[in-house]
């Protein structure tokens, strides 16, 4: 666990420092609104980090419908910073999600 503990703390310290797309502010694509998905998997982040590892069954749930929003989402980015923006999403969602002691 304390190397997902590393690597999660490297992605956050990044995606904190990232700005958010200024373009997806008030895109929908593929029928989801860019600037909730964000923060509803960051908000879940944070919360697993504050945890130290963990997350509840519901917010797992949350990251993983997110993630599915995400993989729809994903294949129709075409810009450089925001396909960088959103795979260091993904990828904080999926370990995020991979959670094995759930609180």
């Not at 945890?51 to 980015?77: F, H, M, Y």
Request: proline share 4%; glycine share 4%.
């Amino acid at each position: 666990m304390s190397e997902q503990l590393a690597v999660m703390g490297r992605l956050w310290q990044e995606h904190m420092r990232a700005p958010f797309p200024a373009r997806l502010h008030s895109v929908q694509s593929a029928g989801v609104e860019m600037a909730f998905l964000d923060a509803a998997i960051a908000g879940c982040v944070s919360v697993w980090h504050e945890n130290g590892g963990s997350l509840d069954t519901e917010r797992i749930a949350t990251l993983r419908k997110r993630l599915a929003e995400l993989d729809q989402v994903l294949p129709l980015i075409t810009e450089a910073e925001e396909l960088r923006y959103l795979e260091r999403l993904r990828q904080l969602a999926v370990l995020a999600s991979d959670s094995e002691h759930p609180a």
